[in-house]
């Protein structure tokens, strides 16, 4: 088997929050390596895909790099990159292979976003004890391929399936906590647990991780449809600031993520309106996540408007839901008090000021699109978990 270096001479990802290419960096070949050194290395890490290629890309870090300490594990990633190594999938899949099929304890976090979700990765670290990596965007990534024809991207389902297995086994295997830095890699070194936080889109590929990780628990968080979609719209420009000049680039990277709004979009025959897009995405996240209950899968939902109403009640389910200890109070305060996204294009304070752009005329419109496209869920859905009071 072989492997390339490549150093970077630049990188030039097109904002913050894009989801993870192999054109996000310009490098030069810096000849062959061991491809060994993606399993062994502690700080080499998987970042993406190169579909046109068929290589997995990872980025090689500076010694002592904590990669899990950031809000967002692929933004760490990027910042923190210094090389890449490439590695051909057929290379991919058998190092993979020679990974101890025993995992530490797993818990899949997914969500709709704009939920609570990064807060509760926080708690299942700082309270319970786990090893969080929040947002592995190699996932995402996945649900793109996963939409993309054979013919444009060469990757049939049966291939898209077997990568997910294999970065799975890569990236939440024990030997991937060389990604900790100094006395944190020594403190969780012994860490039995893993809590992995996914971005919203890839609940896509829930049903897939779970026939390759059917012992994981599972957690979802979800929100009323009317407050996410006012979230939602208030944040997109942070996620993509093309959206100022134009809706259709954006749904055509957005179609590839959430497949329902590629095929409304389609019946349509024109660009949808941000509400209608917005609708394609809740509906079919969170259709996904009644999928995954009825599939028999034992999935513990979280919902935003009860967890800020009773946060403390809520934590301690979600904790001993996935066989966590609860933490002390005075970790618990702190946890509840800092903005878990601090740092980013999403923290609270640089999301203050935007504008609502949701009216009621809007909301109206939301409702609509959400019962024409489903009569599975409805804006008001509750997934119950059986708590008392």
């Not at 100022?244 to 660009?271: E, F, I, M, N, S």
Request: overall charge neutral; charged content about 20%; proline content about 6%.
């Amino acid at each position: 088997m072989t492997a390339r270096r490549l150093v970077i001479e630049d990188k030039v990802r097109p904002y913050p929050l894009a989801l993870v290419a192999p054109d996000h960096f310009r490098a030069r070949d810096a000849g062959p390596v061991d491809p060994a050194v993606v399993v062994e290395a502690p700080n080499v890490s998987l970042y993406c895909l190169d579909p046109v290629r068929r290589e997995a890309v990872f980025v090689e870090t500076d010694p002592g790099v904590d990669l899990t300490a950031a809000p967002f594990f692929f933004e760490a990633q990027y910042d923190a990159a210094r090389a890449l190594i490439t590695v051909g999938f057929s290379e991919l899949h058998d190092l993979a292979d020679q990974v101890p099929s025993e995992h530490r304890r797993l818990i899949l976090v997914y969500s709709i976003g704009r939920c609570g979700s990064t807060l509760i990765g926080r708690a299942l670290a700082r309270l319970g004890g786990a090893t969080l990596l929040s947002e592995p965007d190699v996932f995402t990534q996945l649900v793109a391929l996963r939409a993309g024809s054979p013919g444009a991207d060469g990757l049939t389902p049966d291939d898209v399936s077997h990568l997910v297995r294999s970065c799975a086994r890569l990236m939440f295997a024990p030997p991937r906590l060389g990604w900790l830095g100094g006395s944190q890699a020594r403190r969780l070194r012994g860490s039995e647990v893993l809590a992995v936080k996914f971005r919203s889109f890839v609940i896509e590929l829930a049903e897939v991780l779970h026939a390759h990780l059917p012992v994981a628990r599972v957690v979802f968080a979800y929100r009323h449809a009317v407050a996410w979609t006012r979230s939602t719209l208030r944040a997109f420009g942070a996620y993509d600031p093309s959206m100022a000049q134009t809706l259709a680039p954006a749904q055509d990277r957005l179609g590839r993520l959430v497949p329902l709004l590629a095929r409304y979009r389609a019946g349509q025959g024109r660009v949808l309106t941000p509400v209608e897009a917005m609708a394609c995405q809740w509906v079919s996240q969170m259709e996904r996540a009644v999928a995954l209950r009825k599939a028999g899968v034992a999935m513990h939902a979280v919902r935003y408007e009860d967890l800020c109403a009773r946060p403390r009640v809520q934590l301690a389910a979600l904790l001993a839901h996935c066989g966590l200890p609860t933490g002390s109070s005075v970790v618990l305060d702190r946890v509840l008090a800092e903005d878990s996204q601090a740092g980013t294009t999403l923290a609270r304070d640089r999301l203050a000021d935007l504008d609502d752009a949701l009216d009621e005329s809007a909301v109206v419109e939301l409702k609509r699109v959400i019962a024409e496209l489903s009569h599975i869920v409805t804006p008001d859905l509750i997934l119950h978990n059986g708590l008392s009071g």
